[in-house]
């Protein structure tokens, strides 16, 4: 089945820096790539998403980039916010059977 | 966007019981619905794709019969965890797609947490 594997586990960035989270899955059927932010004790929100007829995608502070070949896909957030510390989730899934797997996660702290 | 309401969003109960939690898409209808489990400070497994008027599809390591769903609407589907033990307390979160695959976004529930005493 689709493995996705999620890096760092934890970020700290100083406020106004930039954050980059990194992620590959296993799976080269997989066309679908969200990413997700959550809160402590909400539940997850979706905050931008891919697919694999597309190498980027931007939504004002927020990019995410897809490399087909190297089967990895990146979330960057640029002039960071206190309001970004959250935990953010990569997934992946694939038509077969539309189920969505993912990452372990990245705890991103922004610093003051 | 799409609306998924779950509940109870907290529940207590002594081991050996069965626990029932709701998951409803409010305003549009799901045909398939997921479970998730989320441990403290660790990501969201799946447990189980849940079908309208079909058998739910258990991932693998997932008890089908600890875990028990049913889907018996295209708005509701219930997970019910049998014959609970403190090791199934965790968080579980129930998800559905809007729109069918085309769109793709997966809209989550509130989650519930079951503490198992």
């Known amino acids: 089945g689709e493995n996705v594997e999620q890096h760092p586990s934890t970020l700290s960035v100083q406020e106004g820096d930039s954050a980059v989270i990194k992620c590959t899955y296993s799976?080269?059927?997989?066309?679908?790539f969200p990413w997700y932010k959550q809160e402590l004790g909400k539940r997850p929100q979706l905050i931008i998403d891919?697919?694999?007829?597309?190498g980027e995608k931007k939504d004002q502070r927020i990019a995410v980039t897809l490399n087909k070949t190297a089967k990895h896909f990146s979330l960057h957030i640029t002039e960071t916010q206190p309001e970004d510390s959250a935990v953010y989730f990569c997934?992946?899934?694939?038509?077969?059977?539309?189920?969505?797997?993912f990452g372990k996660g990245t705890r991103l702290h922004i610093l003051p | 966007g799409a609306v998924v309401s779950q509940h109870p969003s907290w529940v207590i109960c002594k081991s050996g019981t069965s626990v029932k939690i709701e998951c409803r898409s409010l305003?549009?209808?799901?045909?398939?619905m997921f479970w998730y489990r989320q441990f403290p400070k660790q990501s969201l497994m799946l447990m189980a794709t849940?079908?309208?008027?079909?058998?739910?599809?258990?991932e693998q390591g997932v008890e089908k019969d600890k875990f028990l769903i049913n889907h018996a609407s295209l708005t509701l589907s219930t997970l019910t965890v049998t014959s609970a033990h403190p090791e199934d307390s965790s968080f579980y979160i129930c998800?559905?797609?809007?729109?069918?695959?085309?769109?793709?976004?997966?809209?989550f529930g509130e989650g519930s947490r079951l503490t198992v005493l």
């Open positions: 998800s559905a797609r809007s729109g069918g695959r085309a769109t793709g976004e997966l809209f």
């Open positions: 799976d080269s059927a997989s066309n679908y």
């Open positions: 891919i697919r694999s007829n597309v």
């Open positions: 997934a992946a899934s694939r038509p077969r059977d539309d189920k969505i797997i």
């Open positions: 305003d549009f209808q799901a045909t398939t």
């Open positions: 849940s079908n309208e008027g079909s058998k739910a599809t258990y």
